[in-house]
């Protein structure tokens, strides 16, 4: 039995692995999170102006948890507006807070996130803000209120990897709350390195997405996602700088 | 009235969870703002809508 639980909220999962759902067609969705074996994926709200088309909901298998995301948001407010609106659909209190007013860079405004956390969190919201590595601004997002931290590794989209790694690694010794990368992950051995360092969770949309077979990058990342994890829980091996250690006894006969 | 941005002509008051079936939606998997206020689904049979009203549906799309 699997013991080692993600712990977000009072909410338990055994995936380490969170998953975007887009630019996935639908009929791909499905397939993509049995592949991942994911037990939360992320979502976004748009008008819905194709009353009567066909819902992702009906593609999300029942019992996989929803995060909302508040893309679109460029302040506090907006944020909080979608949020509202994204619980009242009724699919739970979870939210993924994303505050962005940069189109080119897509980089998160760190000050509106934490104001946004601190309204979600008091409204009873489970709140996982996404944000740049910075010690002090997630600092502000503990007491705020959020339920875990999402640190982008590189630029949404960009398959970049772990630009920012040396700081994700401050917010994972400095803030006792979970910490997921979320952004940036382009390769399964980048989820891996993140988890091994010790980040609690992955969340990744586009390196999948953007796959020649989808379905397979879905499990690769899976399979990383846990090998990273096991690594951490096992702990890395000492490196040795200059020198060697064999790994075979030398064969004394030799010698003589 | 506004609807999802775009001015159209409601002729008369209508009750909203009319109004959304006329319209073709699925109650179960929107979210409904009549003037900046969310109307919780228990309220969408007593809502009236009016054509100075602006609202907005929405619903969940992939995203991460």
């Given at each position: 039995?699997?013991?080692?639980?993600?712990?977000?909220?009072?909410?338990?999962f055994n995936s380490?692995f969170?998953?975007?759902?887009?630019?996935?067609?639908?009929?791909?969705t499905?397939t993509?999170?049995e592949?991942?074996?994911?037990?939360?994926a992320?979502?976004?709200?748009?008008r819905?102006?194709?009353?009567?088309?066909?819902?992702?909901?009906?593609?999300?298998?029942?019992?996989?948890?929803?995060?909302?995301?508040t893309?679109?948001?460029?302040?506090?407010?907006?944020?909080v507006r979608?949020?509202?609106?994204?619980?009242?659909?009724?699919?739970?209190?979870f939210?993924k807070v994303e505050?962005?007013?940069?189109?080119?860079?897509?980089?998160?405004?760190?000050?509106?996130?934490?104001?946004?956390?601190?309204m979600?969190?008091?409204?009873?919201?489970?709140?996982m803000?996404y944000?740049?590595?910075?010690?002090n601004?997630?600092?502000?997002?503990?007491?705020?209120?959020?339920?875990?931290?999402?640190p982008?590794?590189?630029?949404i989209?960009?398959?970049?990897g772990?630009?920012?790694k040396?700081?994700?690694k401050?917010l994972i010794?400095?803030?006792s709350?979970?910490i997921?990368v979320?952004?940036?992950?382009?390769?399964?051995?980048?989820?891996?390195?993140?988890?091994?360092?010790?980040?609690?969770?992955?969340?990744a949309n586009?390196?999948?997405?953007t796959?020649?077979?989808v379905?397979?990058?879905?499990?690769?990342?899976k399979?990383?996602?846990?090998?990273?994890?096991?690594?951490?829980?096992?702990?890395?091996?000492r490196?040795?700088?200059?020198?060697?250690?064999?790994s075979?006894p030398?064969?004394?006969?030799?010698?003589? | 009235?506004?609807f999802?941005?775009k001015?159209?002509?409601?002729?008369?008051?209508v009750?909203?969870?009319?109004?959304?079936?006329?319209?073709?939606?699925?109650?179960?998997?929107?979210?409904?703002?009549?003037?900046?206020?969310?109307?919780?689904?228990?309220?969408?049979?007593?809502?009236l809508i009016?054509?100075?009203?602006?609202?907005?549906?929405?619903?969940?799309v992939?995203?991460?």
């Amino acid at each position: 039995m699997n013991t080692d639980k993600l712990i977000i909220g009072k909410k338990e999962f055994n995936s380490r692995f969170i998953l975007g759902s887009g630019k996935f067609s639908l009929e791909m969705t499905k397939t993509v999170i049995e592949n991942a074996e994911i037990e939360m994926a992320t979502l976004a709200l748009r008008r819905a102006n194709n009353a009567g088309s066909e819902n992702i909901l009906n593609y999300i298998p029942k019992g996989i948890t929803l995060l909302p995301n508040t893309s679109g948001a460029r302040n506090a407010q907006e944020a909080v507006r979608i949020a509202r609106l994204a619980r009242e659909i009724g699919c739970g209190d979870f939210v993924k807070v994303e505050v962005i007013h940069d189109s080119k860079y897509l980089l998160p405004d760190n000050y509106e996130t934490a104001k946004a956390t601190e309204m979600l969190a008091k409204e009873n919201f489970i709140v996982m803000p996404y944000m740049y590595p910075d010690l002090n601004a997630a600092r502000d997002m503990v007491n705020a209120g959020a339920a875990a931290i999402m640190p982008l590794g590189a630029p949404i989209g960009s398959n970049k990897g772990l630009l920012t790694k040396d700081f994700i690694k401050i917010l994972i010794d400095e803030i006792s709350l979970p910490i997921i990368v979320d952004a940036g992950i382009g390769r399964p051995s980048q989820a891996c390195e993140a988890m091994e360092m010790g980040c609690s969770a992955v969340m990744a949309n586009t390196a999948v997405a953007t796959a020649k077979n989808v379905a397979l990058m879905a499990r690769a990342f899976k399979l990383a996602i846990e090998a990273g994890r096991s690594a951490y829980l096992a702990g890395l091996g000492r490196v040795l700088d200059y020198k060697a250690e064999a790994s075979s006894p030398l064969t004394d006969f030799l010698q003589d | 009235m506004k609807f999802n941005g775009k001015e159209i002509l409601l002729e008369k008051d209508v009750i909203l969870s009319e109004f959304l079936k006329t319209m073709g939606y699925d109650a179960s998997v929107i979210a409904v703002e009549i003037n900046y206020e969310i109307i919780p689904k228990a309220e969408y049979d007593k809502t009236l809508i009016h054509n100075s009203d602006t609202m907005e549906v929405v619903n969940f799309v992939g995203g991460g």
